[in-house]
């Protein structure tokens, strides 16, 4: 037997208003398998329609807000994904913006080949660069989210670079030792 207690209604008034309650209730579907194909149909072609009215600026927030939710997503989540390491992410960021990376390099005011290496994982991101990528994106993307794409990454790093870790641990002297409690 379930121990979570469904909302009640007081209880959801208490953060959404009657408008927001109304918009967020679904209704079960009766439709036929048939009505369904229909139905997604007319949606799918009414969502191209809606697509080809976008201009370029609402589709690039569009895309923006869509990485952002996936990020958001992605640290909900406790494994490491390269695909959302901080490095893979500003590529991606860029590509939304179609822009070389000498001319994105431009923008954010640093070297281009500093935004190389940092793109290829030889370097790591400095906060400065996360504010500037904050400012770039117009606040879409905070950097904080930027701060912990790149923690995550260099925390799989320190979990899994056994070689250097032996390498720091010969360097230690006077280890502190502690007698095993009963």
């Known amino acids: 037997m379930s121990k979570i207690k469904e909302p009640t209604y ?11 309650i109304v918009e967020s209730f679904v209704f ?9 194909k229909q139905a997604d149909e007319e949606f799918r072609k009414l969502r191209f329609e809606r697509l080809k009215e976008m201009s370029d600026e609402q589709i690039l927030q569009s895309e923006l807000m869509r990485m952002k939710l996936l990020m958001k997503d992605y640290f909900n989540q406790s494994e490491f994904m390269a695909s959302y390491s901080f490095s893979s992410q500003l590529k991606q960021y860029i590509g939304l913006l179609k822009k070389s990376s000498t001319d994105f390099a431009a923008d954010l005011d640093i070297h281009k080949t ?22 770039h ?3 879409m993307i905070p950097a904080t989210y930027w701060y912990r794409l790149h923690s995550r990454k260099l925390e799989e790093d320190i979990k899994l670079d056994t070689e250097k870790r032996a390498v720091e641990y010969k360097r230690v002297k006077n280890k502190l030792t502690f007698k095993k409690s009963a």
């Open 114 to 135: 500093k935004l190389s290496r940092i793109l290829n994982d030889k370097e790591s991101p400095n906060l400065e660069l996360m504010y500037r990528l904050e400012h």
């Open 137 to 139: 994106s117009n606040n």
């Open 28 to 36: 079960r579907s009766t439709m036929t398998a048939e009505e369904r």
């Open 10 to 20: 007081e209880d959801v008034r208490k953060e959404l208003s009657e408008e927001e």
